[in-house]
């Protein structure tokens, strides 16, 4: 039984070009939370998805930053016109039902984002 | 708001010694869960632990147990006999409905 799944580990882009990041949830998951790691930091919430809703978006930058979770396929969190700010690890958890405490988020291995 | 401190921001033990990392968080919520995670130098996000609130006792784990002190909000890791693989950052979380609450972790180093 596959994890969650991320892809790329590591990206690569230049000041203004778009980042998209990729999340598989666990077979059976059907929620997803994408978190941001800065360096020497913890984690902090972004945004919380369903299939083809967004339930909690409330810690994703408003401008630049958009995420989907489509009735097919992976979630995308995507970062326009990428700053050097942006430079973090970005990762992906799901879950398998609405959030309850009995139910613990499993995690990706992350998404390593560089802006030259 | 919800907050979760880590105090330790580095520890290092030798290996087989007994090491316990502190944490401390405060919430409104009346049941939440606690969490303590792994993250190694792959970078993986590991949950090593967790405990429910409202349960007394305290989970264990093989060579990972808490102090869960409820009135006291802390909620610390020890890690028993420690080993070489359990280098890695350690960071502590608290569920806030469907967010994890996270500190700022402690860096731990078991030197052979």
């Known amino acids: 039984n596959a994890g969650v799944m991320q892809n790329p580990r590591h990206l690569v882009r230049r000041r203004g070009q778009e980042a998209r990041l990729r999340c598989s949830p666990m077979?059976?998951?059907?929620?997803v939370y994408w978190y941001r790691q800065l360096p020497e930091e913890g984690l902090k919430f972004m945004v919380y998805?369903?299939?083809?809703?967004?339930?909690?978006e409330s810690g994703m930058p408003k401008e630049r930053f958009s995420a989907e979770f489509p009735k097919e396929g992976p979630s995308i969190l995507r970062i326009q016109q990428v700053v050097r700010g942006d430079s973090a690890a970005y990762f992906c958890?799901?879950?398998?039902?609405?959030?309850?405490?009995?139910?613990?988020?499993?995690f990706g291995d992350g998404t390593r984002l560089s802006i030259l | 708001a919800q907050t979760v401190t880590q105090s330790q921001p580095e520890m290092s033990v030798q290996e087989a010694e007994t090491v316990t990392l502190s944490c401390t968080y405060d919430?409104?919520?009346?049941?939440?869960?606690l969490f303590w995670y792994k993250q190694p130098p792959s970078r993986q996000m590991i949950l090593v632990i967790r405990?429910?609130?409202?349960k007394q006792q305290n989970a264990t784990e093989n060579r990972f147990s808490v102090n869960f002190q409820k009135a006291a909000k802390s909620f610390s890791l020890k890690i028993s006999d420690s080993q070489l693989g359990d280098t890695a950052m350690y960071f502590c979380a608290c569920d806030s409905n469907y967010q994890l609450i996270w500190g700022a972790g402690t860096k731990l180093i078991i030197k052979p």
């Open positions: 998805l369903q299939k083809e809703n967004i339930i909690d």
């Open positions: 958890a799901s879950s398998p039902r609405g959030w309850s405490s009995n139910q613990p988020q499993h």
């Open positions: 405990q429910e609130a409202y």
């Open positions: 077979k059976g998951h059907s929620h």
């Open positions: 919430t409104s919520e009346s049941n939440y869960y």
